[in-house]
């Protein structure tokens, strides 16, 4: 065996790793939609998320309708996650099959990073309702920009390679 291979690092295993954490995702989400609204009610008790709201908007002066604003976003948003896991395994599994320079990507990419900024849209909503969705907002909204800038990354390489086949 040659010093160069066994110190290369072995893309398959981080494959199956990021497989395997959709799993753990897709089950926590599950288990999210079965027990959210007693997990909710829980933090809310808590006074977790139960802090804050804007005072302007009448209607969030009762605590059981701003509970309903915050659940309402919770499910909204594990709902969306399931288009993330759903494109993030295809995506994987595409990765696999060495299909890297590829439109098909590139949407599932775009799909990822429109559920972000989907989840950051229903969250800054649910934010005048509790301050703490405002921090989940602002995550939602990074991690789709990055998402999008790497899929504008790999787009640029599919034109490039395109390119450089029609040159050969």
């Known amino acids: 065996m040659n010093n160069k291979d066994s110190s290369k690092p072995s893309y398959s295993v981080w494959l199956n790793m990021t497989l395997a954490a959709c799993g753990v995702f897709f089950f926590c989400c599950l288990l999210g939609d079965i027990f959210g609204y007693s997990f909710c009610k829980y933090c809310w008790n808590g006074g977790l998320f139960n802090e804050g709201y804007l005072p302007f908007l009448s209607f969030l002066e009762s605590d059981s309708v701003r509970f309903v604003?915050?659940?309402?976003?919770?499910?909204?948003?594990t709902g969306i996650s399931y288009i993330i896991i759903y494109s993030v395994v295809n995506l994987i599994i595409n990765l696999k099959k060495n299909i890297i320079?590829?439109?098909?990507?590139?949407r599932y990419m775009t799909a990822i990073s429109v559920c972000c900024f989907l989840i950051c849209l229903v969250c800054i909503i649910g934010a005048c309702a509790?301050?703490?969705l405002f921090l989940i907002s602002l995550i939602g909204l990074f991690v789709?920009?990055?998402?999008?800038?790497?899929?504008l990354v790999m787009d640029k390489a599919i034109d490039m390679r395109t390119e450089l086949d029609l040159t050969v």
């Open 101 to 106: 320079f590829d439109k098909v990507n590139t």
């Open 69 to 77: 604003v915050f659940l309402t976003c919770f499910y909204l948003s």
């Open 130 to 132: 509790s301050y703490a």
């Open 144 to 151: 789709g920009l990055i998402v999008q800038c790497v899929r």
